[in-house]
């Protein structure tokens, strides 16, 4: 859940001008579940997901990420399962959460320890490298880390910045946060080629965007109204939509004009754009009139969430590669 410095993210932009974010992982996850797959079948490696996919070679596999992390890791013979509780291309980083999981459940496959800066790398490596998709890489560090934090991003790398805020105010800031699902699902790649072409026409829209993280970040560690972070909310969200005109739609701007009129202090649409979920900052007691306003969507409650990725069971399995 990105608030602040969304496309500064790009390497495009980043390498030349710096970048930062702020963001949350909160607690809605993705599971990924890895065992190597007895030989009784007449296939070698049976992946469940939102397909199933039965194949004797690695290179007959459909699903790009798969087939590319099982090259990567030189992984054989597995049966991956795959599922989540939020929808995929809904602008929460779950194609990237994915990444990160099943490069994680690999790993721990193998009999390895990667730790979350090398599994950020390397689902980086995955999703922009290896399967050729565009975007930035905020969403494969925060998945790895977790918590809220202050990414920043640097020609010669990236930092993991902890934002320090008394618990107190991170709850009272985590009941402000209203979350919705507009229904409408993208393919967030196809919005990031059109962001990625416009980096260098809107060079001072990004360095704006970029500023507004440090400011965000003094409201929260600070003693200020927590209630100007939601009206940054909007600022950012005006911001954003200047950068092309894909990240948003009439639909959206409908919905999003219906949550202001009723009490939202600020807001913006999740992710790459073009539909997924749309956060709002409400104050307490002007909730129910948001309910109200957008009662065709669907309310996500969430709590904010601090491990990042983890193996929540493992056990250790021997194997033994085939003889050719």
């Known amino acids: 859940m990105s608030f602040f410095g969304g496309g500064t993210d790009f ?4 390498k030349e001008n710096g970048g930062a974010v702020i ?67 809904s602008g929460l980083g779950t194609s990237s959460s994915f990444a990160v999981g099943m490069l994680n459940a690999f ?14 790398n390397d689902a980086i490596y995955l999703e922009r490298e290896l399967c050729h998709e565009t975007g930035g890489i905020q969403d494969q560090i925060a998945a790895s880390f977790g918590g809220l934090n202050k990414i920043c991003f640097r020609a010669d790398g990236y930092t993991v910045n902890p934002v320090i805020i008394s618990p107190e105010r991170k709850e009272q800031l985590n009941r402000n946060l209203m979350l919705f699902f507009t229904g409408f699902s993208r393919f967030s790649a196809d919005i990031q080629v059109s962001t990625k072409k416009t980096l260098r026409s809107k060079k001072d829209l990004l360095t704006e965007m970029l500023s507004l993280t440090d400011t965000a970040e003094q409201i929260l560690i600070s003693k200020s109204d927590l209630n100007e972070f ?30 202001m009129r009723a009490g939202a202090l600020g807001g913006k649409l999740l992710g ?5 979920f749309l956060l709002f900052y409400v104050e307490e007691d002007k909730q129910n009139s948001v309910m109200q306003a957008l009662q065709g969507l669907l309310y996500v409650p969430f709590q904010f969430e601090n491990a990042g990725t983890q193996v929540i069971y493992y056990t250790p399995e021997s194997y033994t590669p085939r003889e050719n």
């Open 23 to 89: 963001s949350t992982t909160f607690d809605k996850y993705c599971y990924v579940n890895v065992r190597h797959l007895p030989r009784f079948f007449e296939y070698s490696t049976e992946l469940s997901y939102s397909a199933i996919e039965r194949v004797t070679s690695i290179e007959d596999i459909q699903h790009p990420a798969i087939r590319e992390a099982m090259k990567y890791l030189d992984m054989h013979e597995i049966r991956l399962t795959y599922e989540a509780d939020l929808p995929a291309r």
């Open 107 to 120: 790993y721990a496959l193998k009999g390895k320890y990667a730790d979350k800066r090398k599994l950020a």
């Open 230 to 259: 939601g009206r940054m909310l909007d600022y950012t969200w005006r911001l954003k939509r200047g950068i092309t005109e894909q990240i948003s739609t009439d639909t959206i701007d409908e919905l999003y004009d219906r949550a």
């Open 11 to 14: 390497p495009e932009f980043y």
């Open 272 to 276: 790459a754009g073009g539909g997924g």
